[in-house]
């Protein structure tokens, strides 16, 4: 029920609030997509960093 009762009262509200309505919704829309495209571009780079690898000089030396 609420949806109708919404677009009632943008309609009859004008052009500005129907437009800040849209832009909101939009927004809310896009967040989640941009965090969660944030947090994989995070680890997909987190495992592609490179490993350092160890010496078979600096095993021996440490014995």
Known sequence: MACPMCKAA??????????????????????????????GIGFYRLSKKPHDPVEPNEIDASE
Not at 20 to 29: E, G, N, T, V, W
């Open 10 to 39: 943008n309609d009859s509200a004008g052009e500005a609030r129907s437009r800040a309505y849209m832009y909101s919704i939009l927004f809310m829309l896009a967040m989640p997509t941009t965090v969660l495209t944030g947090f």
